[in-house]
């Protein structure tokens, strides 16, 4: 099984770390990152603002801002590490075998073309398309995406939010992509819209068996939408793992924190948010990014960044980067109390 999981990964990141160059010097934004995404899964990736997830995606696009730089590590489509090959080749695996959807539909699409026209012209930069094959193409990806095909005649400012939204998936998926990133994609609809938005996508990965990786906030959105999770802090992935076992049973307890700090519609239970804020990723940090923050922190986690630990689980392998992933089992009965988080005292 685990050697089917490896042959069918379609994205493998290994070993990867990541600076922002800065007036003040390097901030590292990304540390020591590996994953891999297999055929038709639906990852999310979470953590708090400023951890390193729009980053991790840039990179994969390779869309990381000049002053962003790849300082080692690999990242692998279809085992081709797309950090050696040419800016070409690079370029038409971007939107081709990796397409993006980004926070901002409003800004994807341009306001003064036609929106079909528009999905056309993002096909044609890849490959030569006629006009009867395009016309066609543009209906079934409307239908897809469920916006009468007749639609696509319309500019973006004749569209709802929510369907600005669909027409940037139907961009997306215009080129078949293996994998689609998707940044925040719908924290600007409202809940109904982003449901029916989820929905449909979900069904056309089923069918289409592209691999998907969506960053967001919303624990709760990825409990309902994805098959597993990746928890990152300061630029590191601190656990990862099959998303309901995750969920029961974190173990790490920056999961464990993120986890208490969801509402529950209907529940009694407070949500707590962590004390404090993550660490100036300037600073030299040889120990666990979370320590300053963390009720378990010991000498250790200071003094030492945690190996990643590989754990077997029934839904898969999870993994976890914490020195005392042992004790959160019985820290996560605690970890309700507001007093334990701030009680922290820096180690
Ligand atoms: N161009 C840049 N130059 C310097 N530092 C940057 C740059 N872009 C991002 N950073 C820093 O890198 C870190 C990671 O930022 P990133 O945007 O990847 O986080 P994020 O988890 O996606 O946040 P959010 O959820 O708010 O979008 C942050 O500390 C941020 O301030």
Redesign the pocket.
């Known amino acids: 099984m685990r050697e089917q999981q490896e042959n069918a990964a379609v994205l493998r990141v290994r070993g990867l770390n990541v600076d922002?160059?800065?007036k003040k010097g390097a901030?590292k934004?990304?540390k020591d990152i590996d994953f891999a995404i297999h055929a038709g899964e639906r990852v999310g990736l979470v953590?708090?603002?400023?951890?390193?997830?729009?980053?991790?995606?840039?990179t994969i696009m390779g869309v990381?801002?000049?002053?962003?730089d790849v300082t080692s590590g690999r990242i692998e489509l279809d085992g081709v590490n797309l950090l050696e090959v040419d800016d070409e080749t690079r370029r038409k695996a971007r939107w081709a075998e990796v397409a993006m959807i980004t926070?901002s539909a409003l800004n994807a699409l341009n306001p003064v073309r036609r929106v079909g026209d528009q999905i056309i012209e993002a096909v044609r930069a890849h490959r030569p398309i006629d006009k009867q094959e395009a016309n066609a193409l543009v209906h079934r990806l409307f239908e897809m995406v469920g916006v009468a095909p007749e639609r696509a005649r319309d500019y973006p400012h004749q569209f709802s939010g929510g369907m600005r939204q669909r027409a940037v998936i139907a961009m997306a998926l215009a080129l078949s992509p293996k994998m689609i990133v998707a940044?925040?994609p719908t924290t600007a609809l409202d809940v109904i819209v982003q449901d029916q938005i989820f929905a449909r996508l979900r069904e056309l990965q089923a069918e289409n068996q592209f691999a998907l990786i969506l960053?967001t906030?919303d624990l709760a959105l990825v409990a309902e939408n994805c098959q597993r999770v990746m928890v990152?802090y300061?630029?590191t992935l601190v656990e990862s793992g099959p998303t309901e076992e995750v969920i029961a049973a974190p173990k790490h307890p920056y999961t464990i924190g993120l986890i208490n700090a969801v509402s529950v519609l209907g529940s009694d239970k407070q949500p707590i948010s962590i004390p404090g804020s993550?660490p100036?990723?300037m600073e030299k940090i040889d120990g666990c990014r979370f320590a300053q923050r963390c009720p378990l922190a010991t000498s250790i986690c200071k003094d030492q960044m945690p190996e990643a630990v590989v754990i077997a689980s029934p839904g898969g392998e999870r993994m976890v980067r914490c020195h005392h992933w042992q004790q959160a089992e019985d820290f996560a009965l605690r970890a309700s109390n507001p007093d334990v988080w701030q009680s922290v005292s820096a180690v």
């Not at 990381?64 to 962003?68: E, F, I, R």
């Open positions: 922002y160059q800065t901030a934004a990304l953590g708090e603002s400023g951890c390193g997830k729009s980053t991790l995606l840039k990381l801002p000049k002053n962003g926070q940044d925040e960053v906030h990152m300061a630029g993550p100036d990723l």
